[in-house]
């Protein structure tokens, strides 16, 4: 009795595994869309980076929080982008990467780099805004920024953190 | 004998679009958009959308192709920029969410006799995957519909083997659980 109800919930999922690949229609003026997109110029890189070592009294206070974001732009970046630091005191792990929507939740375009005390620290700029972000330890482990705001529209069920960014005026 | 049309490998394509012939990464994109475009309308749950981060992702990996370590593996690395895209489009979209019912298969069954319980099938199945958390949704999809192997999967998601298990096999019962509560509706 309860192998035959096993089954029959087995047999439920091959059909929607069976269904889910069916081809869907994708409509090909994307091919032409993509095309005339890359053959526009690309959008200025972020800019203002400046060493770690320039902001270790931060990270001094830093470790003491747990993990911060320093909220003063350190210096003005292009499209009104500012550069902003990030940190997270993580001393057990080997790597960690902040990712956010701001880079694509790809770990590989912005790893942290550790300084003393087990404290990882990246800058990036970012221009005014909303953004969600987390960071990546040890390429598996998704932490939220623990003294940042936990994003409420997380849908996708990793913590997330959330952070605002005003003009230069604000 | 005679002649045979010899389709360039995903290598060659990079090497030559990286020595500046823009056109062909038309090939690349012909070669990956339907199968990409299946995932992103299967995760994002409307066809706009996964158009949109598919294009987004297509154009994300032009610009970004001197970081393709490994050309050979150019579906693989697209691929993973892609799944980046859809975590940020499907937290993004989540609160105007319209799931897909009719796709090309069941359009072009319209006139078979099948057709309206083909329809309505596509229909629940569309919302039981809905009811996923869209961890479990990325892992099931990667898994089971774009038949990658757990180790792949670790690789696009930068989760750990053994939480990609636990995610299928949740995601499994929560489709039998709720496909069979809609049986009984």
């Not at chain 1, 974001?69 to 080997?94: C, E, H, K, T, Y």
Request: hydrophobic content about 40%; proline content about 5%.
């Amino acid at each position: 009795m309860f192998d035959q109800q096993e089954r029959d919930g087995e047999d439920v999922v091959e059909r929607v595994i069976h269904e889910l690949r069916r081809p869907v229609y994708i409509d090909r003026a994307v091919d032409a869309r993509v095309m005339n997109e890359i053959a526009q110029p690309a959008p200025a890189e972020p800019v203002a980076r400046r060493s770690v070592a320039r902001v270790l009294p931060w990270l001094a206070a830093a470790a003491v929080l747990g993990a911060v974001l320093i909220g003063r732009p350190w210096s003005p970046g292009g499209n009104g982008a500012d550069a902003f630091q990030f940190v997270l005191v993580a001393p057990q792990a080997a790597s960690v990467s902040l990712v956010g929507d701001f880079n694509d939740w790809d770990p590989s375009r912005a790893p942290m780099h550790a300084a003393r005390g087990g404290v990882w620290a990246t800058v990036v700029s970012l221009p005014p805004g909303r953004y969600r972000y987390a960071f990546l330890v040890n390429g598996v482990e998704w932490r939220a920024d623990p003294s940042a705001p936990l994003a409420r529209d997380d849908e996708f069920g990793s913590p997330s953190s959330v952070v605002t960014i005003g003009g230069r005026d604000s | 004998m005679g002649i045979e049309r010899v389709e360039e490998g995903d290598a060659e394509l990079v090497l030559r679009i990286r020595g500046g012939d823009v056109g062909a990464y038309s090939m690349l994109v012909a070669r990956y958009r339907d199968r990409l475009g299946r995932y992103a309308v299967r995760m994002i749950g409307n066809r706009e959308d996964a158009e949109e981060a598919l294009q987004d992702a297509f154009v994300r990996a032009y610009r970004s192709l001197a970081r393709c370590d490994n050309p050979a593996r150019f579906g693989a690395w697209l691929y993973g920029i892609l799944v980046n895209r859809c975590r940020t489009t499907g937290a993004r979209t989540a609160r105007r969410r319209r799931w897909i019912v009719h796709d090309e298969g069941a359009l072009n069954g319209a006139s078979h006799p099948d057709h309206g319980e083909r329809v309505e099938w596509a229909d629940i199945v569309g919302r039981a995957l809905a009811k996923l958390t869209p961890e479990c949704r990325e892992a099931f999809l990667l898994k089971h519909v774009e038949d990658l192997e757990y180790e792949e999967i670790a690789e696009l998601t930068g989760a750990g083997i053994s939480a990609l298990k636990m995610r299928v096999k949740r995601a499994r019962e929560h489709l039998q659980r709720i496909l069979k509560e809609a049986e009984h509706v």
